[in-house]
């Protein structure tokens, strides 16, 4: 009997040990579905964003966050994490993770390079009832940021003489076939009308060492003006004769350097959301692929006569490090210098849209609010240029333009 009784009781607690050890512990409750919606809180260096969370969670200590369309410039990254219970269906997660691969302009695919270029953090808690609260920053390694980091202005100085140039914020170098003579006037004309044009639109550019690029602009340049009053001849400056009004934001440019380029990315789906709720519109705001704009877009360049197709391929290459221009920084000063050969494949490509663009052009000009604006191009810009329409620019583009330099000076503010 005795035996039996004992018998009876390891059975029973074998049974009562069994049955617990079936019990999911309350890590294994957080759901390895897609966290979306108003379920997933995600922000990316403190902007809210949109997208896809996942986590993958592999011990009561470790999970795996993979975020989809939700940082800028990746269709997906994915981040190893501690995991820590802060309540009873609550666990607190950070990690952190490098990215080699600069954003991408669209979303496409995954790539890699090296040496990394950003350092991405994440922390946040996630709930056994599916609910995601996620903060993502991102830090430019200091081979990324190289010594550009910083808030830059435009020079102010006239490009009058040569001593001033280097302190001009647009000087333009033009070499027409066989006319040095013209090559240098209308150098200094688009050099001045560069300037002005750069130096009351743009109030400054800050290259963050998130890897935004936030510029300050205005909003309501009037260019009629900026010519009669912008140009401080007495001493030699140019005037910004408005405020700078706006701010492009956090998150819809990025950048980051590779000796010897500054490499830029705008972020279409970033970009194109914001013009959307600018306009008082509400777009899917789970939505972080190409919208429907751009394939509009691509579909107008199309009927225009442009090579779509070999557009895409030259934006492919780009698509995946960014626009490069070439840059140098020195003490307190940024030069950016863009040249002919950088342009040459877009103008190339584009040139076929000419024709419809001059009527376009035609028809702005014609409207009543725009005489000041059609006045300096076809009494100033035109007649310098020696040409009547865009669509003879871009012959001259083509057959007499032997070499261009456009060079941007910036100043630290």
């Known amino acids: 009997m005795k035996n039996i009784s004992l018998s009876f009781l390891v059975l029973a607690a074998a049974a009562i040990t069994w049955s617990c050890s079936d019990d999911k512990q309350p890590w294994q409750e957080i759901p390895s579905s897609p966290i979306t919606g108003n379920d997933a809180t995600v922000t990316f260096n403190g902007v809210r964003s949109y997208g896809v969370v996942n986590i993958d969670t592999r011990s009561e200590s470790r999970a795996v966050v993979t975020l989809s369309n939700i940082v800028p410039g990746y269709t997906e990254i994915t981040i190893p994490a501690d995991m820590k219970q802060t309540g009873d269906a609550t666990f607190a997660l950070s990690g952190t993770t490098d990215l080699s691969s600069p954003p991408e302009i669209f979303p496409m695919s995954k790539s890699t390079a090296l040496p990394p270029i950003y350092n991405m ?29 910083g808030k830059w202005t435009p020079e102010k100085m006239l490009p009058v003489s040569a001593a001033l140039i280097e302190h001009a914020p647009v000087v333009i170098d033009l070499a027409i076939k066989n006319q040095p003579a013209k090559s240098e006037q209308l150098s200094a004309t688009l050099s001045l009308l560069g300037g002005l044009a750069l130096y009351n639109a743009i109030g400054a550019i800050d290259l963050q060492s998130n890897g935004s690029m936030v510029i300050d602009y205005s909003t309501t340049v009037d260019i ?59 777009p899917n705001l789970n939505d972080g692929a190409v ?46 210098v863009i040249d002919k050969k950088m342009l040459d494949p877009f103008v190339s490509l584009l040139s076929p849209a000419l024709p419809t663009l001059d009527a376009k052009l035609t028809e702005y000009l014609a409207q009543p609010a725009n005489d000041a604006i059609a006045e300096i191009i076809t009494t100033q810009l035109f007649p310098a240029l020696g040409i009547n329409s865009l669509q003879e620019l871009g012959q001259l583009w083509e057959q007499d333009i032997e070499s261009l330099t456009i060079t941007i000076n910036l100043v630290k503010a």
Do not use: H
């Open 291 to 336: 919208t429907e704009k751009v394939e509009k877009l691509i579909t107008d360049l199309a009927e225009m006569g442009v090579d779509t197709k070999s557009l895409m391929d030259t934006f492919s290459s780009l698509n995946s490090t960014g626009i490069p221009v070439a840059a140098t920084a020195s003490g307190s000063a940024l030069k950016i």
């Open 121 to 149: 953090s994440l922390s946040g808690t996630v709930t056994t009832s599916g609910k995601a609260e996620i903060a993502v920053t991102s830090t430019l390694t200091s081979e990324a940021q190289a010594n550009f980091t």
């Open 224 to 282: 009629a003006r900026a010519v009669s009053e912008g140009l401080d001849q007495t001493n030699g400056i140019y005037k910004a004769i408005s405020d700078f009004d706006a701010s492009t934001g956090p998150n819809l440019v990025f950048w980051y350097s590779r000796s010897p380029y500054l490499l830029i990315t705008p972020y279409i789906p970033n970009i194109s959301y914001k013009i959307d709720v600018d306009a008082g519109k509400n």
